[in-house]
C-alpha cells in the first residue's frame, strides 16, 4: 500500500483537509501561484517516481477558465526502493509512473501557452473575489471522489458550515 | 502596367558554381538569372521579373536575418509587388533559406511570396504555417512542372483572384484546421466511416492523430576504433548563458557548439535551457545529460577514434513534431558532411 | 539513451538505452562522484555496444 | 424492446389561458406553469419567455435544453427517477413535441456560459437556434447551496418538459417512428452476413456541473452496462452537466441521440446494431482504467466486430477515449472516434491532449477554439457574464458596440461530439 500521499494545490479551501488513516503520511502543498505553478510541482514529483491519482486536466474548462488546480498524489516507497539502490547494475532505472508522466506532460503543454496570463491565486484573494469562491468551490467538488477514495476528509464548504 | 516581382536564387541555380562556392555573398542583378528565364514567360506578360537576388547557401545560413534583411530592404526600395524564390526541390539549406525569406519579405512587405519544394525538404515543416509552398519533384527535372505552377498560384494572389482547384492541388497543406460545414451531420459520418472499415474499404479520417515514422536501422559500425562518434542531446545543455537563446519549452532552433579541447562539462560552463524538468541536477553536473567526461576518457583509451568536436544541443520539451523533424535532418546533414559514422543521443 | 523507453519506441528510435531518471539521465546524485562516473561509463559502454550490435528492428539494450 | 415515438410537429409557443396544442402552436397557461416550478422552495423566482427562429433575441448562459415528451402507453414515464419511477422504460408510445425545446438560464457559478442567438453568425453554430424556445429563467433562493441549486435548476427543466408534453397528449402525431431492438439471444441470429456494430456512449462524470444521471444515477458510480436506445429516447440518460456549452450533452441531444439514429438507419443494410454500452469520464486514473477495460469487454462479450465511441467534454475525457479506442481495436475490434478539437485560436495546435497510433478514424465536430463576432441581439433572456468574468478573459470580450466575440466554445453545441450538428473541420 502507498505509504506517502500529497495534494498540491492553489485552492486555499483544500487547506483543512485531513487523512482519516494516520498511518499514511499525508502532506498539503498550498501554492500561492496558478495552475501552472501547481502541475509544475507535480511535475517534479512525477520525476521523482510519485504517481497522480487524478486526471490534471479534470473539469471541462479551459486553462483561462479555472484559477485552481489540484493533484493529488501518492509515493509507493517499496517500488520507488527497488529500483534507486545505488549500487545495482541491473535495475539502474529508477521508478517513474508512465501514465502519470503521460497525463502531466500533456497538461503542461496545454497550460504553457497560458502560462504567462494565469492569475496567482491565493487565500485572501479566494475569499474576496465571487468568481475565485465559485472557481474554488468548483474545484474542490471536482476532486472530491479522488480526496474521499484516498481516506482524505474533505472539509465541509466555509459557506455551509 | 505589369506587376515588378523579385526572384531569389542561390549561387548553383545563378551558375556561379555548386558547393565551393556556397559561401558567395549576396549580389543583386537587373532582369533574369537561370529558373527566371523559364519563370517570366509563364508570368504571360501579366508580370515581370525585374531583380533577381542571389545568395550563397552557407553565407544565407550563417547570416539568415542580415540577408532577409537585405531582401526585404530591396522589395521596398525598388516597390517590388511579389517574391518568388527557388525552386529548391530537395536542397536543405536552399530550401530552408527560400522559406526564410518569403516568410520575412510576406511578415514585413505583406505582398505576395511563392516558392516550390520537395515534401522531404527541411524548409517545408519549417515555414509551411507561415507561407504558401508549391509541392515539387526532389530534382531540377521537376522544373517544367513547378515554374507554371508558381507562376499561376502567385498572380491569383497578385490579382486577388480566388486559387482555383488546381493551384490547390500544387500547393503544399499547412496545417491548419479549418472549420468548416459538412453535407451531413458528424453521426452519419462517423458510422459511414466504420462501415467502409469494417469492409475494408479505403476511408479518409477527419483527423490524423500524430504518428510518428519508422525509420530503417542503420547497420552495425564495423570498428569503433576508427570510427568519429558525435553526441547530441535534446537535454538543452548549452554554454553558460544560452548564447542562441534555445527556448525552455517549444524551441524554435538548436545550437551547435565546439568543444574541441574540453575534457569535462563543469559547473557553471555549461548548464541546461531545459524548462520541462528541475534544473539543479544538471546545472550541477552538465556531464549528467552529456557524458563528455566519459567519452573523454574512452577516447584517449582508443575504444573510439575519435570524438567529433561539435556537439548540438535542443530543448525537447512541447517542441513542435515539424521543428524537431526539421532539426533532426539538418544535424544529420551536418554530421554526414563532417563524415561522422554513429551518434550517441541523449534525452532526459 | 532515454529515460521514458516508451516514448523512445512510441517516436521510432532503433537502438535504446534505459538511462537513470529524468532530472539526471546519466548520473545520480545519491552516488559519491567516483560511483556515479563509473555508472555513466557503464552506460555509455552499453550505447557504444549497441552501435555496434545490428538490428533489425526497434531494440532496447538492458544488458 | 419495441418503442414508437408520435411526433406531433410544433412551429410556435404563444401563452394563454390553456396549455394545449392546436394547428402546430403549443399555448402555456403561464400562471399554471410558474405555480408549478415555484412549489420548489429552493427558487426564489420564475420567468417564462419565448424565442423563436429568427429572432433578434440571445439566451445566456443555458443550463440544459430539454425535449417536450411524455408516455402515451407502455411502463414508467419519461425521464425515470425525476419525473417518473425508477422502473425500465423505453417501451409502447411517446408523445415528442418535435421542433419544440425547453431552454433553462440563470446563472450559478461566475464561469458559466451557453450562448443561443436565434439570428445572425451565432445562430449557425447552434441547433436550438432553428428550435421554437421555451426559454425559463431561473432566480435561485438567497443561501442555498450549490448541490441544491444545481438540482433544482435540472427539475425545473425536466418538469416543464413533462407538464407541456402531458397536456398536449391529444394532439395528432405528424410523423410515428418506430424502434425495436430485439433480445440479444435474437439480435445476435439476426442478419448473419451483416458485420455486428456497438455503440460505446460515453457520458460526462467529474463532479459538480460535469455530471450526467442514468435512472437518477449519478454516472460516476456505475459500472459501464448496456442500455437499450429505446430507454434513453424516454429520457433514462438526462445532463446535469454546465460546462462547456460547445461540447456538453444537454437532455435535448441524449433525446435524439443522432448515433443512434444514423446506426438504426443502417440496420440490418449494413450493419446489424446489437447494442449500447454507456460508460464514464472520471477524474481518477483508476476509475478510467476501470471503467475502459470494463466496457471494452463488454463489447467483447457482445461479440461485435465495430464500434462507434463518443466523447463528451475534453482534455480529461481524452485519456478515457484513447483507453477505449486502443483497448478496443488491440482486442480485434474497430473503431470510429468522434471528437472535438482545440486547435488554438489559429488552427495551429494539436487538437487532442492524448492520442495512440490506434486512433486512425476520427469525426471531429470543428475546432472549438474559432473565434467569432456576435452583433448585438434587441433581447438578452438571462444574466450576462460579470465583469470580473469578463475581466479575466474567462469568457471573451464586449464590444462598445454591444456585440461580443467569443470563441465558438461558449456556444451551446457549436461542436456536439455526437455530430448532432454538420460542423466540423480541415485540414488546409
Known amino acids: 500500500m502507498s505509504t506517502r500521499l500529497c495534494l498540491i494545490t492553489n485552492n486555499s479551501t483544500l487547506r483543512a483537509c485531513t487523512i482519516g488513516n494516520s498511518s499514511i503520511d499525508f502532506s498539503i502543498q498550498l501554492l500561492e501561484g496558478s495552475p501552472f505553478d501547481v502541475l509544475m510541482g507535480g511535475r517534479d514529483l512525477i520525476h521523482q517516481g510519485w504517481r497522480l491519482l487524478n486526471h490534471p486536466l479534470y473539469g471541462n474548462f479551459r486553462p483561462g477558465q479555472q484559477a485552481m488546480r489540484s493533484l493529488l498524489l501518492s509515493f509507493d516507497s517499496e517500488k520507488n526502493n527497488k529500483a534507486t539502490a545505488p549500487h545495482q547494475t541491473k535495475a539502474v532505472q529508477e521508478y517513474y509512473d508512465e501514465d502519470s508522466l503521460n497525463y502531466i506532460e500533456q497538461a503542461l503543454q496545454i497550460y504553457e501557452p497560458f502560462s504567462k496570463l494565469l492569475p496567482t491565486i491565493d487565500a485572501e484573494k479566494t475569499l474576496k473575489s465571487k468568481l475565485l469562491a465559485d472557481c474554488a468551490l468548483i474545484d474542490k467538488e471536482l476532486m472530491h471522489v479522488t480526496l474521499k477514495t484516498s481516506g482524505i476528509n474533505v472539509p465541509l464548504n466555509h459557506m455551509e458550515e | ?348 | ?63 | ?428
Not at chain 2, 549576396?26 to 532582369?31: F, Q, V
Not at chain 2, 539568415?64 to 537585405?70: L, R
Not at chain 2, 519508422?214 to 552495425?220: G, I, L, N, T
Open chain 4, 1 to 428: 424492446m419495441k418503442l414508437e415515438l408520435h411526433r406531433v410537429k410544433v412551429k410556435k409557443w404563444a401563452f394563454g389561458s390553456a396549455t394545449g396544442f392546436a394547428n402546430a402552436t403549443v399555448t402555456v397557461n403561464k400562471e399554471e406553469l410558474t405555480a408549478l416550478l415555484l412549489q420548489d422552495e429552493r427558487l426564489a423566482g420564475i420567468e417564462l419567455h419565448l424565442a423563436h427562429p429568427g429572432d433578434s433575441i440571445r439566451i445566456l448562459p443555458v443550463k440544459d435544453a430539454i425535449e417536450p415528451r411524455c408516455k402515451l402507453e407502455g411502463a414508467g414515464e419519461v425521464f425515470p427517477g425525476y419525473i417518473g419511477d425508477v422502473d425500465t422504460v423505453g417501451e409502447g408510445k411517446t408523445l415528442v413535441l418535435d421542433g419544440a425545446a425547453i431552454l433553462t438560464t440563470g446563472r450559478l457559478v461566475a464561469p458559466q456560459e451557453g450562448i443561443v442567438d436565434m439570428k445572425g453568425p451565432g445562430a449557425d453554430y447552434t441547433p436550438f437556434s432553428q428550435t421554437a424556445n421555451l426559454v425559463v429563467y431561473i432566480t435561485p433562493r438567497e443561501g442555498v447551496v450549490l448541490h441544491e441549486l444545481e438540482n433544482a435548476c435540472r427539475m425545473v427543466g425536466l418538469k416543464t418538459a413533462h407538464y407541456v408534453a402531458s397536456s398536449c397528449k391529444s394532439a395528432k402525431a405528424d410523423k410515428v417512428d418506430s424502434y425495436d431492438f430485439p433480445p440479444l439471444a435474437e439480435a445476435m441470429q439476426a442478419h448473419p452476413k451483416l458485420p455486428k456494430v456497438a455503440y460505446v456512449y460515453m457520458l460526462q462524470s467529474q463532479g459538480l456541473l460535469h455530471d450526467t444521471w442514468v435512472y437518477g444515477v449519478d454516472a460516476k458510480q456505475i459500472l459501464p452496462t448496456l442500455i437499450s436506445p429505446t430507454e434513453i429516447m424516454d429520457g433514462a440518460i438526462i445532463s446535469g452537466n454546465c460546462v462547456s456549452a460547445c461540447d456538453k450533452n444537454n437532455t435535448y441531444v441524449h433525446l435524439n441521440n443522432p448515433i443512434i439514429e444514423s446506426l438504426y438507419k443502417r440496420h440490418g443494410k449494413d450493419i446489424n446494431f446489437v447494442g449500447t454500452i454507456i460508460t464514464n469520464e472520471n477524474v481518477t486514473l483508476a476509475d478510467k482504467k476501470r471503467s475502459s477495460s470494463y466496457a471494452i469487454k463488454l463489447a467483447k462479450m457482445l461479440g461485435v466486430e465495430g464500434l462507434v465511441i463518443s466523447e463528451e467534454g475534453f482534455g480529461n475525457p481524452d485519456a478515457d477515449l484513447i483507453m477505449n479506442c486502443w483497448k478496443a481495436e488491440r482486442s480485434g475490434i474497430k473503431t470510429v472516434l468522434i471528437t472535438d478539437e482545440f486547435a488554438g485560436r489559429d488552427g495551429a495546435s494539436q487538437s487532442l491532449a492524448d492520442s495512440c497510433p490506434e486512433g486512425n478514424a476520427c469525426v471531429t465536430a470543428g475546432n472549438a477554439n474559432m473565434l467569432i463576432t456576435l452583433p448585438p441581439m434587441d433581447i438578452t433572456i438571462g444574466d450576462l457574464p460579470t465583469a470580473e468574468v469578463l475581466a479575466g478573459g474567462f469568457f471573451g470580450s464586449m464590444n462598445k458596440d454591444g456585440s461580443m466575440d467569443v470563441e465558438i466554445q461558449a456556444i451551446l453545441s457549436a461542436t456536439n461530439e455526437l455530430g448532432f450538428t454538420r460542423n466540423g473541420a480541415r485540414t488546409e
Open chain 3, 1 to 63: 539513451m532515454a529515460t521514458i523507453v516508451p516514448i523512445s519506441v512510441s517516436v521510432g528510435a532503433n537502438r535504446i538505452i534505459p538511462t537513470v531518471s529524468i532530472p539526471y539521465p546519466l548520473g545520480n546524485p545519491k552516488l559519491n562522484p567516483v560511483e556515479e562516473k563509473n555508472l555513466r561509463r557503464q552506460l555509455v559502454e552499453k550505447a557504444l555496444k549497441a552501435l555496434q550490435t545490428d538490428v533489425t528492428e526497434q531494440t532496447v539494450f538492458t544488458e
Open chain 2, 1 to 348: 502596367m505589369s506587376y515588378r516581382v523579385l526572384h531569389y536564387i542561390n549561387q548553383f541555380f545563378a551558375g556561379i558554381g555548386g558547393e565551393e562556392k556556397a559561401d558567395i555573398s549576396p549580389e543583386i542583378r537587373d532582369g533574369l538569372v537561370g529558373p527566371g528565364q523559364a519563370l517570366n514567360p509563364a508570368l504571360n506578360g501579366e508580370a515581370e521579373i525585374i531583380k533577381t537576388f542571389i545568395c550563397g547557401d552557407n553565407y544565407f545560413a550563417n547570416n539568415i536575418d542580415a540577408v532577409c534583411a537585405q531582401v526585404v530592404a530591396l522589395v521596398k526600395e525598388a516597390k517590388i509587388d511579389a517574391l518568388i524564390a527557388g525552386p529548391a526541390f530537395n536542397a536543405g539549406r536552399y530550401g530552408t533559406a527560400c522559406g526564410a525569406v518569403c516568410a520575412a519579405v510576406a511578415k514585413e512587405c505583406n505582398i505576395p511570396v511563392i516558392t516550390a519544394l520537395y515534401p522531404e525538404n527541411p524548409g517545408v515543416d519549417l515555414y509551411r504555417k507561415l507561407i504558401p509552398i508549391v509541392e515539387s519533384s526532389d530534382s531540377a527535372r521537376g522544373m517544367g512542372k513547378a515554374v507554371p505552377a508558381m507562376a499561376s498560384v502567385i498572380l491569383k494572389f497578385l490579382k486577388k483572384e480566388e486559387l482555383c482547384k488546381s493551384d490547390h492541388s500544387c500547393l503544399m497543406e499547412k496545417g491548419i484546421r479549418i472549420n468548416m460545414f459538412y453535407d451531413e451531420n458528424g453521426a452519419e459520418r462517423a458510422v459511414a466511416m466504420l462501415v467502409k472499415k469494417l469492409k475494408g474499404e479505403e476511408f479518409t479520417t477527419e483527423y490524423k492523430m500524430p504518428v510518428f515514422d519508422r525509420v530503417e536501422p542503420r547497420p552495425a559500425v564495423k570498428d569503433m576504433s576508427k570510427a568519429t562518434i558525435a553526441i547530441v542531446t535534446s537535454g538543452g545543455i548549452v554554454p553558460k548563458g544560452n548564447p542562441d537563446h534555445i527556448a525552455a519549452s517549444s524551441a524554435q532552433n538548436y545550437g551547435e557548439y565546439d568543444f574541441a579541447n574540453v575534457k569535462d562539462l563543469l559547473q557553471n560552463e555549461y548548464i541546461t535551457a531545459h524548462g520541462g524538468y528541475d534544473q539543479t541536477y544538471a546545472n550541477e553536473d552538465p556531464d549528467r545529460v552529456l557524458p563528455v567526461d566519459v567519452l573523454r576518457d574512452i577516447e584517449k583509451e582508443g575504444k573510439i577514434g575519435k570524438l567529433h568536436n561539435k556537439f548540438y544541443t535542443t530543448v525537447g520539451n512541447g517542441t513542435a513534431v515539424a521543428n524537431a523533424l526539421a532539426f533532426g535532418k539538418e544535424i544529420g546533414q551536418k554530421l554526414r558532411d563532417a563524415n561522422v559514422q554513429a551518434v550517441i543521443l541523449t534525452s532526459t
